[in-house]
C-alpha cells in the first residue's frame, strides 16, 4: 500500500512537471531545464549555447515516469572543430549509473542506462554538457534527444 501511494504522488509531480512551461520543449539557452519522459516517448531539444565552458554550458533534469531503456544522445552538425560533452547520473532502482561521453563535431555522442523495475517503474536523470572546445565563439547549437523504449 505504501509504494501505491509513493508511485501516485510521484505521478502527480510528474504531470504538474509537464503542466509548468517548459523551456525545453523546443529550443533553449536556459542553464537549467527539466523534462518528464514516459515509455515510447522521444523528445529532442535543440541547444543554444551563448557562452564558452563551464558556463554556457547547461543542466538537465529528466524525470522519467515508467521503466525501461533511455537512451541520451546530443548531436552536433557544425563545421567547426568543436569538441562537445555529455555527464550526469541516472538514479532508479537499478541504482546509479554514471553517464560519462565525450566527441567530436558533425557527430553524435549516446548513452544508454536502465532505469525503473517493476516495483519501483521511475528515475531522474540529470546531464550537464555542451561544447567544450571550439575554433569560433559563441553561439554553439546542437540537439538533445531522449528516448525511453519500455
Not at 39 to 53: A, D, H, L, Y
Not at 96 to 111: K, N
Amino acid at each position: 500500500m505504501k509504494r501505491k501511494g509513493i508511485s501516485f504522488i510521484a505521478g502527480i509531480l510528474l504531470i504538474l512537471l509537464e503542466a509548468v512551461p517548459n523551456p525545453a520543449a523546443a529550443t533553449t539557452t536556459e542553464l537549467f531545464n527539466f523534462a518528464t519522459i514516459v515509455p515510447g516517448m522521444t523528445k529532442t531539444i535543440e541547444v543554444i549555447q551563448t557562452n564558452v565552458f563551464p558556463v554556457g554550458c547547461q543542466h538537465f533534469f529528466i524525470a522519467v515516469a515508467g521503466k525501461g531503456t533511455l537512451a541520451v544522445s546530443i548531436k552536433n552538425d557544425s563545421t567547426a572543430h568543436e569538441t562537445m560533452f555529455m555527464t550526469g547520473m541516472a538514479q532508479s532502482s537499478y541504482g546509479s549509473v554514471p553517464i560519462a561521453r565525450v566527441g567530436t563535431s558533425q557527430g553524435m555522442i549516446s548513452q544508454i542506462v536502465e532505469v525503473g523495475t517493476g516495483d519501483a517503474p521511475y528515475g531522474l536523470v540529470w546531464i550537464y554538457c555542451g561544447i567544450m572546445i571550439a575554433d569560433k565563439d559563441p553561439a554553439f547549437f546542437y540537439d538533445v534527444r531522449l528516448s525511453l523504449e519500455p
